[in-house]
T-cell receptor, first 112, second 113 residues
Framework: AQSVAQPEDQVNVAEGNPLTVKCTYSVSGNPYLFWYVQYPNRGLQFLLKYITGDNLVKGSYGFEAEFNKSQTSFHLKKPSALVSDSALYFCAVKTSYDKVIFGPGTSLSVIP | SAVISQKPSRDICQRGTSLTIQCQVDSQVTMMFWYRQQPGQSLTLIATANQGSEATYESGFVIDKFPISRPNLTFSTLTVSNMSPEDSSIYLC??????????FGPGTRLTVL
């Protein structure tokens, strides 16, 4: 069965510092991996995805993520955090024959 | 991408009543999805709605409680029937575009008293 783990409920980072939001997954077959962001009182927005190809993928708002097959991870990163990045972040996984599974979410707080 | 609207944006309902949530997409899509989300928590898939066929429900969700309509390729409705306080949640519709990317509506915040 597919599963997604986000080991940190909450991540706090100072503005201007690099940020990492962690995600690990378990699937049978080749994974398709996604990050979504939910700003307060708003719907989810797609950030980036890995389907195939280069392990480092770049997305919206300066975010990037690295697919690591051996560690079954897909951590979200940004070199310099902004206060406006404070939001709830969801990792998600699917395979070509299965539905999307969302992780439990990580609340990111960027401190001025 | 896709632009999705939902109506109503929020509602407060009495126990035992029903509420129908509408989802409108700005382009034709094959599959539409309905999710439930408790504030600050993850998404739970209720069902997948394909135009011209019965919706496919996930474990724990049944058609009598959450009937879904999909009359065309840009529109769907989800009804929450015979509501109880446990149905209080945010209901989201989404569509899949491109290579498996999902686009979400703004959500309907439901409170059942």
């Amino acid at each position: 069965a597919q599963s997604v783990a986000q080991p940190e409920d909450q991540v706090n980072v100072a503005e201007g510092n690099p940020l990492t939001v962690k995600c690990t997954y378990s699937v049978s077959g080749n994974p398709y991996l996604f990050w979504y962001v939910q700003y307060p009182n708003r719907g989810l927005q797609f950030l980036l995805k890995y389907i195939t190809g280069d392990n480092l993928v770049k997305g919206s708002y300066g975010f990037e993520a690295e697919f690591n097959k051996s560690q079954t991870s897909f951590h979200l990163k940004k070199p310099s955090a902004l206060v406006s990045d404070s939001a709830l972040y969801f990792c998600a996984v699917k395979t070509s024959y299965d539905k999307v599974i969302f992780g439990p979410g990580t609340s990111l707080s960027v401190i001025p | 991408s896709a632009v999705i609207s939902q109506k109503p944006s929020r509602d407060i309902c009495q126990r035992g009543t029903s509420l129908t949530i509408q989802c409108q997409v700005d382009s034709q899509v094959t599959m539409m999805f309905w999710y439930r989300q408790q504030p600050g928590q993850s998404l739970t898939l209720i069902a997948t709605a394909n135009q011209g066929s019965e919706a496919t429900y996930e474990s724990g969700f049944v058609i009598d409680k959450f009937p879904i309509s999909r009359p065309n390729l840009t529109f769907s409705t989800l009804t929450v029937s015979n509501m109880s306080p446990e149905d209080s949640s945010i209901y989201l519709c989404s569509v899949e575009k491109g290579a498996y990317e999902q686009f979400f509506g703004p959500g309907t915040r439901l409170t059942v008293l």
